[in-house]
């Protein structure tokens, strides 16, 4: 069983920036695809970005350019910069596992075993 944390969120200003990190234990993420999704209120989870187990990298059109995602597998963590953030950056912030390699399957949400709890992100204009 893997478990997952995620911390780093918060309110801020539009245009603002915040660092999302997503903690896992119990096995180690660098097998895994490792993504980032989030839901806002009345929508439907979404995602935002993917580390995949083979190192490739992929963002939802939405976040490129402003947000990065990044892992250390030293600390077992996956990390999500996010700058320039805008009022409909308004989520929560989910953090998740699949197995192996995902590919393009990324952005869909059954592809994930593991999910943590979720951090709350704020931008007001």
């Known amino acids: 069983q893997m478990q997952l944390v995620e911390s780093g969120g918060g309110s801020v200003q539009s245009g603002g920036s915040l660092r999302l990190s997503c903690a896992a234990s119990?096995?180690?993420?660098?097998?895994?695809?490792m993504g980032w999704f989030r839901q806002a209120p009345g929508k439907e989870r979404e995602g935002v970005a993917s580390f995949d187990s083979d190192g490739t990298i992929r963002y939802a059109d939405f976040v490129k350019g402003r947000f990065t995602i990044s892992q250390d597998n030293a600390k077992n963590t996956l990390y999500l910069q996010m700058t320039s953030l805008k009022p409909e950056d308004t989520a929560v912030y989910f953090c998740?596992?699949?197995?192996?390699?995902?590919?393009?399957?990324?952005?869909?949400?059954?592809?994930?075993?593991?999910w943590g709890q979720g951090t709350q992100v704020t931008v007001s204009s």
């Open positions: 998740a596992a699949g197995s192996g390699r995902l590919g393009f399957s990324w952005i869909f949400r059954y592809q994930y075993t593991y």
């Open positions: 119990g096995y180690s993420i660098s097998s895994y695809c």
